[in-house]
């Protein structure tokens, strides 16, 4: 089976009949286009709205994107990169490696590019998946959800912001062609991004205004070029380059003691932190504007040697009034006060707990995803799999996020997991699978439990690790190496399954596969 990687608007006349489906194709869904074909499962589509692999590293492209995790780690375990050229890699060099890994691996021809799902429905007569996408329909036993927790990017319900005049956009939708030079600048927002983007364009703006709700907590960045010695011995000295990962994700794996089990040692932390607030500002009063009021690590802990430094001149100001709305040319600050400005960039991160990719996922019942988490919260088990969808496994799914080390090593995890659950499905001949309701509320009870006495919970602190219902579902509450011992292998007795041949027998015409063409839209 091939398919056609052409930019044209044909569409599929008729679905599609996969064995698999998998949507998005970043770090987690490529990986798992990836592992799924080392299996000799190949009878799959990844179906990925953008032109390209890479996820939010092919979107993100604004100036100063890059990685707050080292190189070394922020790779697969089985595509070691010996090129990079940093200790922490831009997203360029970053794009630049998903890229090679998805041509290497020779997984591009089963992607369907510009295919946008609009929605993924359980099928009780088929005991399939049926997905609509802009590329046409398709129908999978089994569906990968793979869309990230950072691809739907959050704009602010600010009164006016649709009547502003300038440029105006959302720091995951970079617009380069927006001439800022020389130009009155706002961004909104102090998280990971914009504290990039603030001190890159400080230099050729006239004025800037940072509009902060909350400080963050800042830590050094240890960022360098390799040596020559380095990058010759990361190529050609055997096991160099895996001892430096090991080294470096051990060192990581020690925050974890203070921001789940022992909070207080997150002082040590703080102690670095202020004394990088110190450091990076000259101006008393800013530095008072610039502390956080809460326990770090309670929020995303950030890195940066240049965004202190870049609040600190004197054309650049810190707005720690709220907004009360925006004008055709101007900010009004909830103060009164008017500044005028040419540009506004929105960096007020995304919807982690509310994806609007939630709400076109259906499950047996008709239920869509968003409606079981308004009720229950974002709830799973494992991070890959939902009570009432059968069949289908999410990739980062609920609590595997981390606030202190690669996330990829959490996907390649779940990678063990799913795939071996597919393995499985296959081997005993099952129609499908559903994780039982109960196993997954005793799981995330036990989740819970072991998050009372992390730093999120107890660190006084409002973030977006937190769901509407106050719990954090966001964060493996523990050690990675944890999580992938509990994701070794798949457990069939969490699941409730039922037999192919329990299934109707006139489905067997029905699933069987077509010549029709698939191409990218």
Known sequence: MSLSVTDTSERVSTPRQVDTVIIGSGFAG???????????????????????????????????????????????????????????????????????????????????????????????????????????????????????????????????IEGFEGEIFHSAQWNHDAKLDGKRVAVIGTGASAIQIVPAIADTVSHLDVYQRTAPWILPRADRAYTKFERFAFKHIPGFQRLSRTGIYAARETQV????????????????????????????????????????????????????????????????DGIREVRAHSIVSTDGTERPIDALIVATGFHVTDSPAYQGI???????????????????????????????????????????????????SQLNYVIDAIDTIDKHDIGFIEVRKDVQDDYNADLQDRMADSVWMNGGCASWYLDKHGNNTTLWPDFTFRFRKITRKFDLAAYRSTAASDLPSDLGSTLADTDTKVVTQ
């Open 30 to 160: 490529l990986g798992a286009a990836i592992k799924l074909t080392q299996e000799d499962k190949k009878n799959f589509l990844v179906l990925e709205r953008g032109s390209d692999v890479g996820g939010t590293w092919r979107d993100n492209t604004y100036p100063g994107a890059a990685c707050d995790v080292p190189s070394h780690l922020y790779s697969y375990s089985f595509a070691l990169n010996p090129e990079w050229t940093r200790s922490f890699s831009t997203q360029p060099e970053i794009q630049k490696y998903i890229e090679l890994v998805a041509r290497k691996y020779g997984v591009m021809d089963r992607h369907v590019f510009g295919s946008d799902v609009t929605a993924v429905r359980w099928n009780a007569d088929t005991s399939r998946w049926d997905i609509s996408a802009s590329t046409g329909e398709y129908s999978a036993k089994i569906v990968v959800t793979a869309v990230g927790a950072l691809c739907e990017p959050n704009l602010p319900p600010i009164k006016g």
């Open 257 to 320: 003691l203070g921001l789940a089990k022992y909070p207080k040692l997150m002082k040590i932390l703080e102690v670095v932190a202020r004394r990088q607030i110190a450091m990076g500002i000259k101006d008393k009063s800013l530095r008072k504007k610039v502390t956080p009021n809460f326990r770090i690590g309670c929020k995303r802990m950030l890195i940066s040697n240049t965004y202190y430094p870049a609040l600190d001149r004197g054309h650049v100001d810190l707005v720690t």
């Open 362 to 412: 259906y499950g047996k019942n008709g239920e869509s995803l968003a409606q079981t988490f308004e009720k229950e919260g974002q709830q799973g088990y494992k991070g890959a799999a939902i009570s009432n969808f059968p069949n289908m496994f999410f990739l980062v799914g609920p609590n595997t996020g981390l606030g202190h080390t690669s996330m990829v090593f959490m996907i390649e």
